[in-house]
């Protein structure tokens, strides 16, 4: 599933309409904005994890809840990231799909576009 990013930066090799490339850049936007959010929120995860261990008040508990924090958080990152992907593909046609997955390498798996490398998190 195309990425954001990825098609504005693809935008006259797919190529991409005007009013195409103003609908991701919204999703993009708004992806952008909730990422930064929840970064803020995920570095504050972190750092309460550190100054817990820093102060010695590191519990079992206190450990299992904190650690959980930062995978909640972890994961709503992902999601934010990754959803913003599941928008993209109405906004296409299956030819600018296709050309998409060309150009970024990606193989096409039967009925759809395979999201290859952002499954495993890398980008």
């Given amino acids: 599933m195309p990425g954001p990013i990825h098609l ?5 090799d ?3 309409t005007r009013e195409q490339v103003s609908a991701i850049t919204t999703v993009h936007e708004r992806m952008r904005e909730a990422a930064i959010a929840e970064g803020e929120h995920f570095i504050a995860a972190e750092r309460a994890l550190d100054d817990a261990f820093r ?15 930062v995978a909640r958080s972890r994961a709503r990152l992902r999601f934010i990231h990754l959803a913003a992907h599941l928008e993209t593909p109405g906004l296409l ?3 600018q799909i296709a050309r998409y997955d060309a150009l970024r ?5 039967g009925h759809g576009t395979a999201h290859g490398r952002h499954g495993s998190g890398e980008h």
């Fill in 93 to 95: 046609t299956h030819e």
């Fill in 8 to 12: 504005l930066e693809l935008k006259d």
């Fill in 105 to 109: 390498g990606y193989r096409s798996h």
């Fill in 55 to 69: 102060a010695g008040t590191v519990t079992e508990e206190s450990l299992r809840t904190l650690l959980a924090e």
């Fill in 14 to 16: 797919i190529p991409l």
